[in-house]
T-cell receptor, first 114, second 114 residues
Framework: DTGVSQNPRHKITKRGQNVTFRCDPI?????LYWYRQTLGQGPEFLTY????????KSRLLSDRFSAERPKGSFSTLEIQRTEQGDSAMYLC????????????FGQGTRLTVV | TQLLEQSPQFLSIQEGENLTVYCNSS?????LQWYRQEPGEGPVLLVT?????EVKKLKRLTFQFGDARKDSSLHITAAQPGDTGLYLC??????????????FGTGTLLAVQP
């Protein structure tokens, strides 16, 4: 088991373009989280899945953001029509299950919108 | 809305000094975790506390969960430059037998000068 893997590590895109990030969680983990983090701040919750079901999406998240977890395995986070304010570190984490919330994080994807 | 406020936000100390970081909320959590994050990396789990009043020690780090399970503290004795990083608390609540999403505190950026 190699832990949580995120790709790409870095992404630079022009404003208005669409981007997609991928997260491969620890294989036996049921929960998968997406967070957004800016420098020196705590991770901000975006959305999370229990297996393939998306249980909650942050109300702060615009309709330009969408996430999927087909078959309860890997997950993708897509941002459409990117804006400069979307520039941040996007973190993925997985945890074992409903009663064990200990989260294991990937190294994140650093998005820069120019 | 559940919020976890950490204090102080920034802390710069000399090697060998002691420090305490606080994590406070008006909400009750079924468990609370502490993470440490280094630049360009995802957060790494340090400890989980579950029982009100619980105290856990990890070498020079002492973690305490408040009696009402609404707050927590992290105390570092004789800080070392290797302790430098962003310290994050995170909590999850339980509702109807199911555990809700994991939310993070605002973060405490610690710099230990040699």
């Amino acid at each position: 088991d190699t832990g949580v893997s995120q790709n790409p590590r870095h992404k630079i895109t022009k404003r208005g373009q669409n981007v997609t990030f991928r997260c491969d969680p620890i294989s036996e983990h049921n929960r998968l989280y997406w967070y957004r983090q800016t420098l020196g701040q705590g991770p901000e919750f975006l959305t999370y899945f229990q297996n393939e079901a998306q249980l909650e999406k942050s109300r702060l998240l615009s309709d330009r953001f969408s996430a999927e977890r087909p078959k309860g395995s890997f997950s993708t986070l897509e941002i459409q029509r990117t804006e400069q304010g979307d520039s941040a570190m996007y973190l993925c984490a997985s945890s074992p299950g409903q009663k064990n919330t200990e989260a294991f994080f990937g190294q994140g994807t650093r998005l820069t919108v120019v | 809305t559940q919020l976890l406020e950490q204090s102080p936000q920034f802390l710069s100390i000399q090697e060998g000094e002691n420090l305490t970081v606080y994590c406070n909320s008006s909400s009750v959590f079924s468990s609370l975790q502490w993470y440490r994050q280094e630049p360009g990396e995802g957060p790494v789990l340090l400890v989980t506390v579950v029982t009100g009043g619980e105290v856990k020690k990890l070498k020079r780090l002492t973690f305490q969960f408040g009696d009402a399970r609404k707050d927590s503290s992290l105390h570092i004795t004789a800080a070392q430059p290797g302790d430098t990083g962003l310290y994050l608390c995170a909590g999850a609540s339980t509702y109807g037998g199911a555990t809700n999403k994991l939310i993070f505190g605002t973060g405490t950026l610690l710099a230990v000068q040699p």
